[in-house]
Antibody
Framework: QVQLQQSGPGLLRPSQTLSLTCVISGDSLSSSNAIWNWVRQSPSRGLEWLGRTYYRSRWYYDYAVSVKSRIVINPDTSKNQFSLQLNSVTPEDTAVYFC????????????????WGKGTTVTVSS | DIQMTQSPSSLSASVGDRVTITCRASQSISRYLNWFQQIPGEAPKLLIYSASSLQTGVPSRFSGSGSGTDFTLSISSLQPEDFATYYCQQSFLIPRTFGQGTKLEIK
């Protein structure tokens, strides 16, 4: 059974860096059938995909345009985890942050988010 | 980006009712459409993938249909645990985008 365990601080001041970690159990970060995502949710923006990383002979990264200048997703194979770093946060970054696995449907080029972390509430306030 | 629009935004129904939620994509996404259920304080839970495939462990009263730009999620006989918010999501292109949600409330 695949599980994603999130950790990280819940309160930040404006201009600080948000850092969250997602530890994977029951699957491998380097799996050729999986993609690892960060998604956030707020009342004003709804569910918003932030970015992803995956390994296919090398590491690949994709980021949402809205955060592209501030975001880094780092895989750490030694700990089987991946992290989210969001720089220069503002109150608009206040949200619940989720990590999620995209799994590949066998015999089809189709990915869907089947496993999610429990979520981390992050508040940005002075 | 592909815009996903759900209707209605909220819906009141009774236990035992059949309900249908609609999701429309701003461009064709073939069958690259997923449905999630979210209970307050929890992560989204996958119900349907590839427009009509039921995720393992999800009750058969949930069903999905559609292709191209128009999709539906149906619940055949509402149970008390089904009152939640439902989201559609496209996995056709990056960025992944979600609908704004449909809140299903008890009448």
């Amino acid at each position: 059974q695949v599980q994603l365990q999130q950790s990280g601080p819940g309160l930040l001041r404006p201009s600080q860096t948000l850092s969250l970690t997602c530890v994977i159990s029951g699957d491998s970060l380097s799996s050729s059938n999986a993609i690892w995502n960060w998604v956030r949710q707020s009342p004003s923006r709804g569910l918003e995909w932030l970015g992803r990383t995956y390994y296919r002979s090398r590491w690949y990264y994709d980021y949402a345009v809205s955060v592209k200048s501030r975001i880094v997703i780092n895989p750490d194979t030694s700990k089987n985890q991946f992290s989210l770093q969001l720089n220069s946060v503002t109150p608009e970054d206040t949200a619940v942050y989720f990590c999620a696995r995209d799994i590949l449907l066998p015999f089809d080029h189709y990915y869907y988010m089947d496993v999610w972390g429990k979520g981390t509430t992050v508040t940005v306030s002075s | 980006d592909i815009q996903m629009t759900q209707s209605p935004s909220s819906l009141s129904a009774s236990v035992g009712d059949r309900v249908t939620i609609t999701c429309r994509a701003s461009q064709s996404i073939s069958r690259y459409l997923n449905w999630f259920q979210q209970i307050p304080g929890e992560a989204p839970k996958l119900l349907i993938y590839s427009a009509s495939s039921l995720q393992t462990g999800v009750p058969s009263r949930f069903s999905g249909s559609g292709s191209g730009t128009d999709f539906t999620l149906s619940i055949s006989s509402l149970q008390p645990e089904d009152f939640a918010t439902y989201y559609c999501q496209q996995s056709f292109l990056i960025p992944r985008t979600f609908g704004q949600g449909t809140k299903l409330e008890i009448k």
